[in-house]
């Protein structure tokens, strides 16, 4: 199963927004795009989802493609305890219970 | 607090000497799940469990036990570890494992078999 492409790292200063690319495009039209997120010597933790419009929630906002190939995950103000491994997730084509987990993109927040 | 703890959450132990991770959870969660997580592979799934007394094998199962015998309990069991098994291990849970649950994770076992 293919996995989602996200750059390996990026940089922000804080108080800044931050746009986290990922590229999705096998995923099918039924499968939502997931994104956590894994601070410093902690377990991952969900941040949001979606299937075709933007999504917001109190931690960021999800925007989808209209042709759903690619999202972008937005932090609107960057702060130091945002500096974390964000992973962009889609599941697995036979099993949509499941989902695949790449290497994420390591997110470096400058004060 | 709602929380999936884990235990221990360091562990150095040698070749073939049986160690459980235990994991539990307080969420009344029906579905729990035990990843390792490894440099450049990312998380993968071990084993995991839709409720009480159903475990599955996920992706990486060889070498590894897990038992369901509460909802709140899901243990790992490492009948003989070897060196390839040093990794992070982390325990998570969703309410019923559906694509759109929530998973919630523990804050991990840094695992190293000698």
């Known amino acids: 199963d293919a996995k989602t492409t996200q750059p390996n790292s990026m940089e922000s200063n804080e108080e800044e927004p931050v746009h986290l690319p990922c590229n999705h495009s096998?995923?099918?039209?039924?499968?939502?795009i997931h994104w956590y997120r894994q601070l410093p010597s902690q377990g991952p933790e969900y941040v949001i989802h979606?299937?075709?419009?933007?999504v917001n929630n109190r931690m960021a906002s999800l925007a989808i493609a209209e042709d759903r190939k690619s999202s972008t995950l937005i932090l609107h103000r960057a702060t130091l305890r945002d500096a974390a491994v964000y992973y962009c997730?889609?599941?697995?084509?036979?099993?949509?219970?499941?989902?695949?987990w790449g290497l994420g993109t390591s997110l470096a927040v400058n004060p | 607090e709602a929380q999936v703890t884990q235990n221990p959450r360091y562990l150095i132990t040698v070749t073939g000497k049986k160690l459980t991770v235990t994991c539990s959870q307080n969420?009344?969660?029906?579905?729990m799940s035990w990843y390792r997580q490894d440099p450049g592979l990312g998380l993968r799934q071990i084993y995991y469990?839709?409720?009480?007394?159903?475990?599955d094998k996920g992706d990486v199962p060889e070498g590894y036990k897990v038992s369901r015998k509460e909802k709140r309990n899901f243990p790992l069991i490492l009948e003989s570890p070897s060196p390839n098994q040093t990794s992070l291990y982390f325990c998570?849970?969703?309410?019923?494992?559906?694509?759109?649950?929530?998973?919630?994770f523990g804050p991990g076992t840094r695992l190293t078999v000698l």
């Open positions: 998570a849970s969703s309410r019923f494992g559906r694509e759109t649950d929530t998973q919630y």
């Open positions: 969420m009344n969660h029906e579905y």
């Open positions: 469990s839709m409720n009480v007394e159903v475990t």
């Open positions: 096998t995923i099918s039209g039924t499968d939502y």
């Open positions: 979606g299937l075709t419009s933007n």
């Open positions: 997730i889609r599941p697995n084509a036979g099993n949509n219970r499941k989902l695949i």
